[in-house]
């Protein structure tokens, strides 16, 4: 297995010196202890569908020790996450994505609900960031169907917005977790920065 211990810090974990053999099954607290974080970290994983994991009759979870392996070598690039951006087409769309990629993250646009819900839970990205003011597309009503479909509503989601949000905008924002707010002209190191504080807090 090849895992730079460098890039394997920017994702919260150090390379492991050597793996139990591939078929053996561990739980997720020797997990973390192989990788040097806590067992929750692993869970976290696991409930974002990062790490393939089988939960037990008594509720507790096995991990593949083959599982954990790819886990580590699909990660040769760390840094770099898929972010799902729905919006408007046109320029702001297309300055939020560059600025995405500067940042090392590769932008997957969609101008609509069905596409951006299609893309959502085929390519699964690491953050939603949905213009609550765009045009094509119910933004509030795209942000609960996420939260209704399995695979893909604990992914967490950034709101851009042409203005600012009225209070029940902001509550119902609140309900349906979104984890930060940017309104728009945007700098592209504010993107980058909100981006960047809302993965540190999932990986």
């Known amino acids: 297995m090849q895992i730079v211990a460098e890039q394997a810090a920017l994702y919260g ?43 037990l009759s008594n509720g507790y979870w096995k991990i593949r020790v083959g599982d954990l392996e790819e886990f580590l070598n699909a990660r040769q690039d760390l840094g770099h996450k898929r ?32 596409d951006a819900l299609l893309k959502a839970s085929d390519q699964y990205p690491a953050l939603f960031v949905i213009n609550v003011s765009m045009t094509q597309a119910d933004a509030w009503k795209l942000m609960e169907k996420i939260r209704q479909t399995r695979n893909i509503k604990t992914i967490p989601i950034l709101i851009v917005s042409d203005a600012d949000l009225k209070d029940t905008e902001s509550d119902r924002a609140i309900e349906l977790g979104a984890q930060g707010f940017l309104r728009r002209p945007l700098k592209p190191q504010t993107i980058i920065d909100e981006i960047t504080r809302i993965l540190g807090r999932i990986l």
């Open 13 to 55: 974990i150090r390379a492991p010196a050597k793996l139990p053999p591939a078929e053996q099954y561990i739980s997720p607290n020797e997990a973390g202890r192989i990788l040097s974080v806590t067992g929750e970290a692993v869970k976290q994983w696991i409930y974002h569908r990062r790490l393939p994991a089988t939960k």
């Open 83 to 114: 972010i799902l951006l729905i919006d408007n087409a046109g320029a702001q769309v297309s300055e939020l994505a560059s600025a995405i990629e500067k940042a090392g993250h590769q932008p997957v646009i969609a101008h609509n609900a069905a």
